[in-house]
Nanobody
Framework: QLQLVESGGGLVQPGGSLRLSCAPS????????IGWFRQAPGKEREGVSC????????NYADSVKGRFTISRDNAKNTVYLQMNSLKPEDTAIYYC?????????????????????WGQGTQVTVSS
């Protein structure tokens, strides 16, 4: 079964850090751009960050710029989201999504876009 699997979520105090991982099951990420999204209770899903298939282009939501860093290691077939200086408002379920885009230079970070695969999500809770 082809799917994405997120990991690395958990409970962290404000100001702390977490690193989320997104790895595929049944395929490789080489030609896929990856987006990270999150959904807090009672709120709509929102884009957090994305990275192109080459890794040469990234994008971030204004709310996480300067705190979150997306990266990819194709040798390990994994995309990471390093989250620093976490705030209570970062609490949400975090999802990754894969977009087959071997030639597109830019990544897409939109909940209205039809991604090829989604993960089941990993919970991030920022609380003292």
């Amino acid at each position: 079964q082809l799917q994405l699997v997120e990991s690395g979520g958990g409970l962290v105090q404000p100001g702390g850090s977490l690193r989320l991982s997104c790895a595929p099951s049944g395929f490789t990420l080489d030609y896929y751009a990856i987006g990270w999204f999150r959904q807090a209770p009672g709120k709509e899903r929102e884009g957090v960050s994305c990275i192109s298939s080459s890794g040469g282009s990234t994008n971030y939501a204004d709310s996480v710029k300067g705190r979150f860093t997306i990266s990819r290691d194709n040798a390990k077939n994994t995309v990471y989201l390093q989250m620093n200086s976490l705030k209570p408002e970062d609490t949400a379920i975090y999802y990754c999504a894969a977009d087959f885009s071997p030639v597109r230079a830019m990544c897409v970070m939109s909940t209205r876009y039809e991604y090829n695969y989604w993960g089941q999500g990993t919970q991030v809770t920022v609380s003292s």
